[in-house]
């Protein structure tokens, strides 16, 4: 295993381990999507960089479902935050009306 081998598996081990402190620790649900995101790019990139290492092409199938599902579970959160936010939004501005007469 070359130095560089060595250097990209501690970058990316180092990129996990703060993803998963993030991941853990997040105040706020944004926070834990986008650290989930970043969970499954970098789990993305160590298969390419396997794949260049070893010098075959059996694991894009792998890359292409992951990517979706990073894609997918990031518009799903962001509905539900969206649609979470607007129920608050309106039943608020009832209060308010309420309030007013």
Do not use: W
Not at 31 to 46: G, K, P
Not at 63 to 71: E, F, Q, R, Y
């Amino acid at each position: 295993m070359t130095v560089l081998h060595i250097i990209a598996g501690a970058i990316a081990a180092a990129a996990v381990l703060l993803v998963l402190l993030r991941l853990i620790t997040g105040p706020t649900l944004i926070d834990r999507l986008i650290a989930s995101d970043v969970m499954l790019t970098t789990l993305i990139l160590v298969i390419g960089a396997e794949m260049v290492i070893s010098g075959h092409t059996r694991s894009i199938p792998l890359m292409v479902v992951l990517a979706a599902t990073a894609i997918l579970g990031s518009v799903a959160v962001a509905r539900f935050i969206t649609r979470a936010g607007a129920d608050q939004s309106s039943a608020v501005a009832g209060e308010d009306d309420d309030a007013r007469r």
